[in-house]
């Protein structure tokens, strides 16, 4: 009997030791709680490098979609062999001019297009690197930046606006030799120039537009007077791209100086030279490069 009760005796010791044990675990337990700090501090960076992700993808969406608009453009790229691939561009109209004829600030020329792509022009170039007018910008000084090379982006303030304004300005910002402005009166939404070419399209989403920035911006086969001429901007009293000459919708009058005009005594000479003797342009001739919808 005295071993039986030993034994219901231990039993119980050690049922009242384990319970001892779990209580003072669970008191632990208890004590510590949950680290709801912790767990809302995780949260909230997760929640600030979701935030910081979706910001950056959203605002380089569009230089990324433009990367692969250059992309898909680029066989358009100028050869020894092909110099001039936007003669395989549908819409695209050529001239012929001669360069580096100039014209005073105060006077305008009667030009054979809207916009026009060539011709006499101001002898102070509108900045052309990577510069979006807000506003419309006079077309003589816009027309000397085609005889360095560059591209004018102009477009209908009328017809295009929010999305696709930014759109046009994708392709412009951050490149070199090439820039945008407002036309009023364009006939169409959107126009391009380079130095004896010119496409007009309807929209800007329009592969075409990456195809003759592609063939034509600083081509260096011959296309454009004058290779290796600058496009920055030259300043107050000559051209401030922060308060730019204004364009003139208005017809030119009767004082207009012609396309075949020879130059104007006391403009400013091209590259410091001075200017030369009137010559005689050869008069523009206009033909489709390519049939449209080809």
């Known amino acids: 009997m005295a071993k039986g009760t030993t034994s219901k005796k231990g039993t119980s010791a050690g049922k009242s030791a384990n319970a001892v044990k779990a209580a003072r675990g669970k008191s632990v337990v208890g004590k510590k709680g949950t680290p709801w700090g912790t767990i809302v501090g995780v949260v909230v ?42 003669k395989k561009i549908p819409g695209v109209i050529t001239a012929t001019y001669t360069g580096s004829v100039h014209v005073l600030p105060t006077e305008r020329v009667a030009y054979d297009h809207s916009p026009p792509f060539g011709g006499p022009h101001d002898g102070n170039w509108a900045a052309c690197n990577g510069v979006v007018y807000p506003t419309a910008v006079r ?6 930046t085609l005889e360095h090379g560059a591209i004018w982006i102009a477009y209908n303030p009328d017809l295009v606006k929010g999305d696709q304004v930014d759109l046009l300005a994708a392709r412009v910002k951050g490149k070199t030799y090439i820039s945008m402005s407002p036309y009023p009166g364009l006939d169409k ?21 990456d195809e003759f920035i592609a063939a034509l911006r ?25 308060n730019p000459p204004p364009f003139d919708p208005s017809k030119p009058g009767p004082d207009a100086k012609p396309m075949n005009y020879g130059g104007s005594s006391g403009a400013v000479p091209e590259g410091g030279m001075q200017q ?19």
């Open 189 to 209: 939404p959107i126009s391009l120039q380079s130095w004896g070419h010119q496409l007009k399209l309807d929209k800007a989403d329009d592969p075409r537009i």
């Open 45 to 86: 960076v997760v929640a600030l490098l979701a935030s910081v992700v979706t910001y950056y993808m959203v605002k380089s969406a569009p230089q990324r979609d433009q990367k692969s608009r250059e992309e898909a453009a680029s066989s358009f790229a100028p050869t020894a062999t092909n110099p001039d691939p936007s």
């Open 218 to 242: 600083t081509n260096p086969n011959g296309v454009y007077p004058e290779i290796g001429a600058s496009c920055d901007a030259l300043g107050p009293g000559q051209f401030d791209p922060s």
């Open 139 to 144: 077309t003589e000084n816009m027309v000397h």
């Open 276 to 294: 030369g003797a009137p010559g005689q342009p050869s008069a523009p001739v206009t033909a489709p490069s390519a049939p449209a919808g080809q």
